[in-house]
C-alpha cells in the first residue's frame, strides 16, 4: 500500500513537472514569435499643419527607429496649413531611417494645400475611397501678395513638388498643376495619374497591399516590406502635444484668450481672491502660446485691447451701458480680424466672436449695475457709516460729554446743551469725536 501510494505521488509529480515546462516553453515561444512579428507604427495627422504636427511626426519616427519598426503610416486628414512647418515636416519624413506610407484616410477626409505635399512625400502614397487631395498652390498669410511676389512663391512652390515627386518617381507634371492651378483629385483620379501608389479601404487592406511589396527610398536604396501578421502601434502624443493640438484651432485659442482676462480682472477688482489670477494667467498664456504659431492681424489685436479697456471702464466709471456697446463691437470686429489667413480653418468664426462679445458684455452690465446701486445706498461702515446715527447722551453735554451709540460708548460734543438721557443724533466725527445734535421730539420745551 505504501509502495503504490509512493509510486501515485511520483507520477502526479512528473505530470507537474512536465506541464510546468509546457507551459514555459509555450511561453517562450509566444513571446518569441511576438518579438519577431513586424512592427508598424501609425501618426495620425488630423487638422491643420502647423509647428506641433511636425513634433508628432519626429516623435513616431522616433518610436519606430527605436523599436526596429518595419513602417511607419502617417494618416492624413488636413485641409493644408503653415508651409514652413510642413517643410519641416517633409524633411523628417524624407530622411526618416524607416520606411513612411502617407496615407489619406478615413474615406469622406482630405489631404489638400500642405497636405498634398505630405502625401506626394512618402515612399508609399495611398488614399482611401471617398477621399480628395490636392488644391495646394500657396498663399500668402497676411496681406495680398503683388504679382511679384506670388510669382516668386508659386515657382518656389512649384518647384519643391517636382523635386520630391521626381524623387518618388510619380506624375511630377500633373502634381504641378496643383500648385499653380489649385486642381484637386479624387482617389481614383490620382491613382490613374501616378500620383498615388494604391487605394486601401482602411489600414489592415492597406498593410495587407503593402506586405511584399518593394519600395525606393528617398535617398535610391530599395527596400522590401514584410508586414505578415504586424503588430500595429499608435504612436501617443505628449502631454504637451495634446494641449497645443488641443487649443490650435484659433476659436479655441480666442476663448481662452478672453476667459483668461475676465478671470484676472475679477482678481484685480477683488484682491485677494489669489484663484482667479492664477487661472486668468494660465489661459491667458495658453492662448497665446496657440496663436503665436498663427498670422496676427495687428489691427485685430488692437480691437480687442481696446474691447477690454472699454469693458473695464464701463465697469468702473458706469457710463450707461455706452463703453459696454463700444466694447461688444469691438470684440467682435477685433476677434474675426485678429487671424488674417485665407485659411477658412485658420479664421475666427462669427458666431465665437458674437457668443464671446454678449456675455462679457452681460458681465460688464451686471458689474455696473451692482457699482451704482452700491453708490446710491447709505454707507453703513467705518466712520461714514456713523453718520445719522441715533443713541443718548449718558453725560450733561454742555456742550461735551459722553453719548451711547451704536452700543459703543464715544466722546461728544453737541452743537447746543443736550441734558444727559435725551435722544441725539451723530452728524459728524472727527478724531474719534462725534458731533450731535438732540432729536427734535426728545427736546424739552
Known amino acids: 500500500m505504501r509502495r503504490a501510494a509512493s509510486e501515485r505521488r511520483r507520477y502526479s509529480e512528473n505530470r507537474l513537472r512536465a506541464s510546468l515546462i509546457l507551459a514555459v516553453s509555450a511561453g517562450f515561444a509566444a513571446a518569441h514569435a511576438w518579438a519577431a512579428a513586424p512592427k508598424v507604427v501609425i501618426a495620425d495627422v488630423d487638422g491643420m499643419v502647423h509647428p506641433i504636427t511636425t513634433e508628432i511626426i519626429a516623435g513616431a519616427i522616433a518610436q519606430a527607429r527605436q523599436e526596429n519598426a518595419a513602417l511607419i503610416v502617417i494618416r492624413l486628414n488636413t485641409p493644408g ?7 519641416e515636416t517633409i524633411q523628417e519624413i524624407v530622411s526618416s531611417p524607416v520606411p513612411v506610407a502617407t496615407y489619406v484616410a478615413p474615406s469622406g477626409g482630405r489631404a489638400a494645400s500642405a ?6 512625400s512618402g515612399d508609399v502614397a495611398a ?11 500657396p498663399v500668402l498669410m497676411t496681406g495680398e ?11 518656389d512652390a512649384a518647384a519643391y513638388m517636382r523635386s520630391i515627386t521626381t524623387k518618388r518617381g510619380r506624375n ?14 479624387t482617389e481614383k483620379e490620382a491613382l490613374d495619374n501616378h500620383l498615388i501608389d494604391l487605394v486601401a479601404t482602411d489600414t489592415p487592406a492597406l498593410l495587407a497591399a503593402l506586405d511584399g511589396r518593394t519600395v ?11 508586414l505578415r501578421g504586424a503588430v500595429v502601434e499608435i ?11 488641443a487649443i490650435a484651432d484659433p476659436n479655441i485659442a480666442l476663448v481662452l484668450l478672453v476667459i483668461g482676462a475676465l478671470a484676472i480682472y475679477v482678481e484685480f477688482s477683488s484682491p485677494g481672491l489669489i484663484a482667479p489670477g492664477v487661472v486668468g494667467a494660465i489661459l491667458v498664456l495658453l492662448g497665446l502660446s496657440a496663436i503665436s504659431v498663427l498670422p496676427i492681424n495687428w489691427l485685430g489685436a488692437a480691437l480687442l485691447l481696446v474691447s477690454f479697456t472699454l469693458f473695464a471702464l464701463e465697469a468702473k466709471f458706469a457710463a450707461h451701458g455706452v463703453l459696454a456697446v463700444g466694447g461688444a463691437v469691438s470684440m467682435v470686429l477685433g476677434a474675426v480680424m485678429l487671424i488674417d489667413s485665407p485659411l477658412p480653418e485658420l479664421r475666427i468664426h462669427w458666431t465665437t466672436a458674437i457668443g464671446l462679445a454678449l456675455p462679457f458684455s452681460l458681465i460688464t452690465a451686471a458689474l455696473v449695475s451692482l457699482a451704482v446701486r452700491a453708490r446710491r445706498n447709505k454707507v453703513v461702515t467705518g466712520e461714514q457709516g456713523m453718520i445719522g446715527e441715533t443713541g443718548s447722551a449718558v453725560t450733561d453735554l454742555a456742550p461735551a460729554g459722553k453719548v451711547f451709540v451704536h452700543g459703543e460708548y464715544w ?3 453737541a452743537l447746543q446743551n443736550v441734558p444727559a438721557g435725551a435722544r441725539v443724533r451723530v452728524t459728524a466725527i472727527r478724531q474719534l469725536t462725534l458731533t450731535v445734535e438732540p432729536v427734535a421730539d426728545e427736546v424739552g420745551g
Open 81 to 87: 496649413g503653415l508651409m514652413d512647418a510642413m517643410r
Open 115 to 120: 497636405g498634398f505635399f505630405l502625401l506626394e
Open 127 to 137: 488614399m482611401a475611397p471617398g477621399t480628395n487631395t490636392g488644391a495646394a498652390h
Open 145 to 155: 501678395m503683388d504679382a511679384l511676389m506670388k510669382e516668386k512663391v508659386e515657382n
Open 172 to 185: 511630377s507634371a500633373l502634381a504641378e498643376t496643383a500648385v499653380r492651378q489649385s486642381k484637386s483629385f
Open 216 to 226: 525606393t527610398r528617398f535617398d535610391g536604396r530599395t527596400e522590401t516590406l514584410d
Open 235 to 245: 504612436y501617443q502624443k505628449t502631454w504637451r502635444q495634446s494641449i497645443i493640438s
Open 411 to 413: 466722546n461728544a460734543v
